[in-house]
């Protein structure tokens, strides 16, 4: 076989090649085309899971996800059964580990709590709940009312001591009653620091606490001076401002008595030419002694 034929087969065979796997490459798309998407097992809710919520066996099923699994998404029962709910679940949702809590970390409200910070329970009324318009997952600022100590003269004074503080709960207790119904209590929860929870128990028991809802979007902290009882009256003094402060002049040093002025000589001094002798000639001046005699 002569060179010139080897290299037209050696051609041809890579040309074959080439075209048996691009007409594979598309018979493979055809073929997971036809079988449609990929469907995945997983975990969702059987009812809905309020929060606090012991998951059990019967509270979740099995379901498909069709598509690429969302990240977070639990594949298998045992993973849930046994933990508690930090986050709403409705029905037929997909459970996410991230509405869990921790393994071991039970249910209730103690689940909900994040590690570092602390649930203080609140005690309040209608209008210190604003109503009722406060619930699970608001944001409120706290106000006390009460007199300052040392500060019987302006009476009363409204303050506020904490800002943007989360509502664990509000109005109802996380346990059922034997109906299974809520049980209505005065009571909110709240999310906060140690620190603010020291304030938080203070102020609960020296004064009187109203909570101030706000816009969840709205973080930033304002400054209030706080309002007294006089200064709704119009009867508190209003605070001195603070002026520049006067420079301090150095003070003049008294002056010396002025001396009286000094008067010429009481003499006449002549020149005398005598030739080419040149002499100087003093006469006593009456009228310089006499000006002498008054000044003093």
């Known amino acids: 076989m002569s060179q010139r034929v080897f290299a037209i087969l050696l051609v041809a065979f890579a040309v074959a090649a080439g075209a048996s796997y691009v007409v594979y490459r598309l018979v493979q798309t055809r073929i997971g085309q036809a079988a449609g998407p ?3 097992e997983i975990v969702v809710a059987a009812r809905k899971l309020e929060i606090g919520t012991l998951v059990k066996d019967v509270d979740v099923r099995g379901g498909q996800w069709i598509g690429p699994l ?4 639990v594949l298998k029962k045992d993973d849930v059964i046994g933990r508690g709910v930090v986050a709403a679940i409705n029905e037929g ?20 709590i994040p590690p570092g910070m602390r649930a203080v ?3 309040v009324n209608d209008v210190a709940g604003v109503a009722g318009f406060v619930v699970s997952g608001q944001r409120v600022d706290i106000l006390i009312n009460g007199t300052p100590p040392g500060a019987a003269a302006q009476g009363a004074k409204s303050k506020t001591i904490l800002q943007n503080i989360e509502v664990l709960s509000a109005g109802t207790n996380f346990q059922k009653d034997a109906e299974g119904k809520p049980v209505q209590v005065p ?19 020296q004064t009187v606490i109203q909570l101030i809802l706000r816009n969840p979007l709205d973080t930033e902290a304002t400054k209030t001076p706080g309002t007294a009882v006089s200064t709704l009256f119009g009867d508190a003094k209003p605070a001195p401002v603070p002026g520049r402060p006067r420079p301090v002049l150095p003070q003049a040093k008294p002056m010396a008595a002025l001396a009286p002025p000094q008067l010429p000589p009481s003499y006449l001094l002549v020149e005398v030419l005598n030739g080419p002798k040149r002499s100087e000639v003093k ?10 005699a008054q000044t003093k």
Do not use: M, Y
Not at 70 to 73: A, N, R, W
Not at 191 to 202: N, R
Not at 283 to 292: I, R
């Open 283 to 292: 006469f006593a001046d009456k009228l310089n002694e006499a000006k002498e």
């Open 93 to 112: 949702e997909p459970i996410f580990d991230s509405r869990l809590a921790s393994v071991g970390a039970g249910a209730g409200l103690a689940a909900t």
């Open 121 to 123: 329970a609140v005690r």
């Open 38 to 40: 990929v469907t995945s």
């Open 187 to 205: 009571v909110v929860n709240l999310l906060v620091t140690p620190e603010q929870a020291e304030t938080l128990s203070l102020a609960s028991n």
């Open 70 to 73: 969302p990240p977070g998404v």
